[in-house]
């Protein structure tokens, strides 16, 4: 195991634009995925469009 202590510069640390990848959480109500990080860049503008 390798345990790295980072400091984070620069915005979204996850591909998908948020800070981190834990940027969704399960409601336990209704079972369905709720978004709770705010995204920081659009992913689309970033890497360009997916192409699949």
């Given at each position: 195991?390798?345990?790295?202590?980072?400091?984070?510069?620069?915005?979204?640390?996850?591909?998908?634009?948020?800070?981190?990848?834990?940027?969704?959480?399960?409601?336990?109500?209704?079972?369905?995925?709720?978004?709770?990080?705010?995204?920081?860049?659009?992913?689309?503008?970033?890497?360009g469009?997916?192409?699949?």
């Amino acid at each position: 195991t390798i345990l790295l202590l980072v400091e984070q510069i620069g915005g979204a640390g996850y591909h998908e634009g948020y800070l981190y990848c834990s940027y969704c959480r399960l409601n336990q109500e209704n079972m369905e995925a709720e978004i709770i990080g705010e995204r920081i860049f659009d992913p689309a503008e970033v890497y360009g469009k997916k192409n699949h």
